[in-house]
């Protein structure tokens, strides 16, 4: 399997007791109680690896497909068109299950038999996060009865609705109690874990306890159309200093033996063939601020609505542009910005005459310095390897702006609390440009000497481009006022409070296809485009993209598929794929 011994910390999964590889769906089976012995501080790093692999922004994460779907990247795989398959996520699902549940288990299992009560409550918070991401994508799981091996041969897909509010009569704990209980183990007199074990928060106890109750609020918001969650949400709002002050994320080195790098800068820096393309509408968004395109198209590059007049400061950050020309050339790129010709991608569903071209590995457009530790785009264009960018950016999973935005989603809609959601807007985008800087300054400032070239970097950049450095704090105050404008509702277009936290909260979360997804299906938010009507069917939050030579495949999809391994091997597992027409097809919350 492409890229699946991509750490030294995944590469100990095999000297432990379960070694997937691209293998049939058994691992929902795997009997996590009799292993081999392992040390917990082997164990840990082994399921943080995995997580992030998984779940993460890269070929074998659900992460890079979600982003597909929500228009963040744009590649050749089918989910970009809207088609699945009973394979299309069958490696995700067995890696979640097999690396980092079973061997998550394992390490409750064991900690508790040996009372170490920090790996323990880690150990529970680990496996309250994962299963609510797999709820999230897939609805109905393995929970209450999933890798208990021989005890549970064919273990029940439990509801997702019981998943996350419990279900004693089947004897399924709730996610929020789950967590209730990872917090108080963590919190235990004498609790502690290995440092250089832990590879998220380096062995702080008080760090994941803040995480959980972050999980918690995350979690409440998400159901928050289901039921009340105004006392829950809240009392864990009441004591922000409570919440989470670090990022939830796995830390890369850069290791080249063993690999140990961000994955997503080994397939599109380290990989000659390229992965990704950078997707149309999250590039607009932050260039025109309107990523929908609904002016007429002219042949197949629509042109851009450039009335906002804004750019968004982030944008030599998240993306590098490998062409040097701004230049249009109206057949050689499937779609190139027609103001800025430096900008190429495929369009999602295209069957444009120049598709195939803009396959080509030298000229497209590829995600840069902050979500993969990429090429910054300081003008120079040409081809990228492991001379420009280092790959270290750790996979975000929950950071510190995502909390920010989740607790202005809940002051506005759930507690109804207007000012203190644009306080706690103005607070998240201030944190996301922040994580920025901070990767910028840890990358490197304009006196870096470029690696092959005898002058400073300063010196050999392009008129109107800057070297790489922090984004200027004036630069930041007035992206951060105009979007404060826009939630006020005194910019143009009008637009609604909650739509512009969803759009800001998808912008800085490019990297965090999984979350993103989730928020749209619960929101509507951003609108995003597709290629044509009939992939829209009653979804809102779509819209036509306008454009002649884009196809999709079928409806949007609201839910992922299965892995078909997964429902043959277990009879207690659903008959087939969830039909996309029937009641069931969308998550419980997804209303």
């Known amino acids: 399997m492409k890229l699946r011994l991509i750490s030294t910390a995944l590469a100990l999964a095999s000297l432990l007791f379960v070694s997937p590889g691209c293998k049939d769906f058994y691992d929902v089976n795997v009997d996590p109680l009799h292993p081999t012995k392992a040390e917990l501080p082997q164990l840990l790093p082994v399921v943080q690896t995995g997580m992030s692999t998984y779940l993460g922004f890269s070929i074998s994460g659900l992460g890079q497909a979600t982003s597909a779907l929500m228009q963040q990247l744009s590649n050749g795989r089918s989910i970009g068109t809207y088609q699945q398959s009973g394979d299309s996520f069958g490696n995700q699902w067995s890696g979640l299950y097999t690396d980092v549940l079973a061997n998550n288990e394992q390490l409750i299992t064991q900690g508790t038999t040996e009372q170490r009560w920090g790996y323990v409550g880690v150990g529970q918070l680990q496996k309250a996060y994962v299963i609510s991401q797999l709820v999230d994508l897939f609805g109905d799981v393995p929970y209450s009865e999933a890798v208990k091996g021989a005890q549970v041969l064919a273990p029940r897909y439990d509801k997702d609705v019981d998943i996350y509010n419990g279900n004693s009569s089947l004897g399924i704990q709730s996610l929020f109690s789950l967590i209730d209980e990872g917090i108080a183990n963590v919190s235990k007199p004498g609790a502690n874990i290995s440092g250089s074990a832990d590879l998220v928060y ?26 009340s969650v105004q006392s829950e949400v809240l009392a864990l709002l009441s004591n922000p200093t409570a919440l989470l002050q670090d990022d939830f994320e796995f830390k890369y080195s850069n290791s080249e033996t063993p690999a140990n790098r961000n994955i997503s800068f080994l397939s599109n820096y380290v990989d000659v063939a390229r992965e990704d393309f950078v ?21 197949v590059r629509p042109r851009p609505n450039t009335s906002l007049a804004y750019t968004d400061p982030r944008l030599p950050y998240y993306f590098f542009n490998q062409l040097t020309s701004p230049a249009v050339d109206a057949t050689a790129y499937d779609y190139q910005d027609p103001n800025n010709g430096r900008f190429v991608t495929l369009r999602q569903g295209s069957n444009g005459p120049a598709s195939a071209s803009a396959t080509s590995a030298s000229s ?5 310095l902050y979500p993969i530790g990429g090429r910054y785009d300081d003008g120079r264009g040409g081809n990228v390897n492991t001379t420009f960018g280092r790959g270290v950016v750790a996979q975000r999973l929950l950071p510190i702006f995502n909390a920010r935005f989740l607790e202005a989603e809940a002051q506005l809609t759930v507690l109804n609390n207007r000012s203190a959601a644009r306080a706690a807007l103005q607070s998240a985008l201030q944190a996301s440009f922040d994580k920025v800087n901070a990767i910028a300054s ?10 092959s070239l005898s002058q400073p970097y300063s010196t050999i950049i392009p008129a109107g481009f800057r070297p790489l450095a922090p984004i200027p704090a004036a630069e930041v105050a007035a992206y951060i006022a105009a979007a404060l404008d826009r939630f006020d509702g005194t910019a143009t277009p009008a637009k609604t409070p909650l739509q512009v936290i969803m759009e800001e909260k998808y912008v800085s979360s490019f990297g965090m296809g999984t979350d993103i997804y989730t928020d749209w299906r619960r929101t509507g938010y951003p609108i995003i485009t597709v290629p044509d009507n009939n992939n829209i069917g009653t979804n809102a939050g779509l819209q036509e993209d306008n454009d002649p030579l884009t196809r999709g495949s079928g409806l949007f999809p609201r839910r992922l598929f299965y892995s078909q391994s997964a429902l043959t091997a277990n009879p207690s597992a659903p008959k087939n794929q969830v039909d996309p027409n029937s009641a069931n097809y969308r998550i419980f919350w997804d209303k």
């Open 442 to 451: 840890a990358e490197g400032t304009s006196t870096t000497p470029n690696p």
């Open 202 to 227: 380096g062995g702080s106890l008080d760090k994941w306890a803040r995480f959980g109750r972050t999980l918690k609020l995350k979690l409440y918001v998400q159901i928050r159309k289901t039921r």
């Open 279 to 299: 997707g149309r509408y999250l590039y607009l968004l932050m260039k025109y601020g309107d990523g929908t395109n609904a002016t007429t198209p002219t042949y």
């Open 364 to 368: 497209r457009s590829l995600p840069g």
